[in-house]
């Protein structure tokens, strides 16, 4: 049996489940679906139009301002947060409305037709996805880059110093269709290291959420939660890590009412500024 992650019965997941078919290939060989909801994306792309009608839609005719919503992985929550204070300071007449969850669940909501503007992944395999759909207007850039690490609570109580302690531990991963469980899928084959988690997580953020308030001795997360975290958590480098990079791209969605501003916004992002926001956070920048 080759290394992989042998999944435990934590419902952690269960909102990714059914996109295994739409990401193909990331899916780890020892899972057993148990699907209980076969309408996740149509609901989250509801909420979603909601959440946008109770702040007003995209246009506040009240205000004359125009509300720009830009979808992210979670793992790109505190430089985005600090580049829409930017670049409202620039776009007096736009509010920026950000959305963060994990890429696939947002990649499904764009494809399920939720009103967006911007969309920015954790990896190419999903932003493709939508990109084969359609729904991009021309093709993604990439504007970051992320890699993996292990954090432990900051007591470390397990004595987790390296990978291979792990398989004596309880263990937060992300799910494997998320860009951040496929990339722990391939750091654990070549390692050589054959786990079975405690939870399976639908972001980074719930991972490293399960690791800080000590309900798993360890979880996989990427460096800029690592950063993030600060004190709260103890850092332990995997090998081979630089093997195995996450590439985030960025793309205005093709039915957006206001791609001008999207694109002022990944312009934003391409900036110096914006390179420099995103490395303050952790991440490795492609300029």
Not at 14 to 19: A, M, P
Not at 103 to 129: F, W, Y
């Amino acid at each position: 049996m080759s290394p992989d992650i042998r999944p435990s019965h934590s419902a952690g997941g269960s909102r990714l489940r059914r996109l295994a078919a739409r990401v193909g290939g990331l899916g780890y060989p020892q899972w057993r679906w148990r699907p209980t909801r076969t309408v996740v994306a149509a609901a989250a792309a509801g909420t979603l139009a909601l959440a946008l009608t109770a702040c007003g839609g995209d246009d506040d005719s009240s205000s004359g301002s125009t509300t720009l919503t830009v979808l992210a992985a979670s793992s790109l929550t505190n430089a985005f947060n600090e580049l829409e204070g930017t670049y409202e300071d620039q776009h007096s007449d736009v509010d920026v409305k950000l959305s963060y969850d994990s890429s696939s669940i947002l990649a499904e909501q764009v494809t399920s037709g939720a009103p967006a503007d911007v969309l920015a992944t954790a990896d190419p395999i999903t932003m493709k996805t939508v990109t084969d759909a359609g729904d991009t207007d021309g093709q993604p850039t990439i504007f970051a880059r992320n890699t993996m690490v292990i954090v432990t609570p900051s007591d470390n109580p397990a004595g987790i110093q390296n990978i291979g302690d792990l398989t004596d531990a309880s263990v937060a991963v992300c799910v494997p269709e998320a860009p951040c469980g496929n990339a722990t899928k391939q750091l654990l084959q070549l390692n050589n290291i054959d786990l079975k988690p405690a939870t399976e997580e639908d972001n980074v953020s719930s991972v490293l959420t399960k690791v800080t308030s000590g309900e798993v001795d360890a979880g996989f997360v990427y460096v800029t939660d690592a950063q993030a975290a600060g004190s709260d958590v103890q850092t332990i480098q995997i090998p081979h890590s630089a093997e195995v990079v996450n590439d985030y791209p960025i793309a205005v969605i093709a039915d957006s009412d206001h791609s001008g501003e999207a694109q002022d916004w990944i312009d934003l992002v391409m900036s110096q500024e914006g390179q420099d926001t995103l490395a303050k956070f952790g991440f490795q920048t492609v300029s």
